[in-house]
């Protein structure tokens, strides 16, 4: 059974993906609605990205059942895309006229894409635990 830090801790981690989630899809639809051929490339990967954290956070909220299960896939689906975007936005700038919420590992956010993902696979190995 967790103990109430988890908890805490597990909610505080839910609570910020919460965030990012709306904020990255308030981003990507003005990007996608506005600016597309800006940058079609970096404001796709703004929708994949906040696709990728409306999934997570629901998943990491659900204790049991199919969402639950893919809480984990999830997680390190967003870690890869975090890092090869990342990647990418370093070695092809020119792919990244305009930055994503995942380039350069989430400089624009400082660094939270990159952290939230390592802090969510942690939590959720005790969690499991």
Wanted: hydrophobic residues 55%.
């Amino acid at each position: 059974m967790a103990n109430k830090q988890n908890l805490g801790i597990g909610r505080l981690l839910i609570a910020v993906y919460g965030i990012f989630a709306l904020s990255a899809t308030a981003r990507a639809s003005y990007q996608l609605l506005r600016k597309f051929d800006d940058a079609p490339v970096a404001y796709s990967l703004s929708l994949v990205s906040a696709i990728t954290y409306i999934l997570v956070t629901i998943s990491l909220a659900r204790t049991s059942g199919f969402l639950h299960r893919t809480a984990k896939p999830l997680v390190i689906f967003e870690l890869a895309g975090v890092l090869l975007v990342g990647s990418l936005s370093l070695i092809v700038p020119g792919l990244f006229k305009h930055p994503s919420v995942w380039s350069e590992y989430g400089i624009g956010y400082g660094f939270l894409p990159l952290i939230l993902p390592i802090l969510a696979l942690v939590w959720l190995r005790k969690r499991s635990a």
